[in-house]
């Protein structure tokens, strides 16, 4: 069982680990120390679910639903390329950068932000379901339940490793030409995913 585990968390490390949509608005929000626990937790436990639906068999299913793929994939395009244009905004307008650094977002709004940026983007889906999922099917009974296990706690040590890990960033962060390249950065990001997301909806 614990050689599954080690499977599983190495595996689901190696693929949250990837700059992407939901690791750059956790360290955004770890640098500015804003609602931290509560999103790194969203963030896990979402991959946590998603993980377990995968072991579970759920990502033969929606690797057979083209519709729903695509329904998902132009969602998250949208999403992210607004979300990008938001980063580039405060990146162009140092005093909405200012007012940033002080706590200008309200959980319900980070909340609302984060689930967007997990449920919206099927890089998340074929990673924690299609990928880690049929993966699983190596093992059977305890031990790909300990795989699963493995994989989702690597989500909780990344996310809150992230979250609270950023501060540690906080004296770079301390002059706001820094934020700006970081905006400037999550907004390539953001902009990048979102733009290869629109290939695929558009080659499918």
């Not at 499977?7 to 992407?20: K, Q, R, Y």
């Not at 307008?93 to 983007?121: C, D, W, Y």
Request: hydrophobic fraction near 60%; charged fraction near 10%; proline fraction near 2%.
């Amino acid at each position: 069982m614990f050689s599954a585990a080690l499977s599983g968390f190495l595996l689901g490390g190696s693929l949250i680990i990837a700059i992407g949509a939901q690791n750059a608005f956790i360290l955004r929000q770890g640098l500015l120390r804003e609602h931290v626990f509560i999103l790194s937790l969203i963030c896990a436990l979402s991959d946590a679910l998603l993980i377990a639906a995968g072991v579970a068999g759920l990502g033969t299913l929606i690797a057979q639903s083209p519709k729903l793929i695509s329904f998902v994939t132009l969602g998250g395009a949208l999403f992210l390329f607004w979300y990008a244009s938001v980063a580039f905004r405060r990146a162009l307008h140092p005093e909405a950068m200012q007012a940033a650094r002080f706590g200008s977002s309200s959980l319900k709004a980070a909340i609302g932000t984060v689930l967007a940026l997990t449920f919206l983007n099927p890089h998340v889906y074929l990673d924690t379901v299609v990928l880690l999922g049929g993966l699983s099917a190596r093992f059977e009974g305890a031990n790909r339940a300990a795989y699963g296990a493995g994989a989702a706690i690597a989500s909780f040590v990344w996310f809150f490793g992230l979250g609270y890990g950023a501060r540690l960033l906080q004296p770079v962060f301390a002059r706001p030409a820094a934020w700006r390249v970081l905006d400037v950065i999550i907004g390539l990001v953001m902009a990048g995913i979102a733009l290869s997301l629109l290939v695929r909806f558009l080659n499918n």
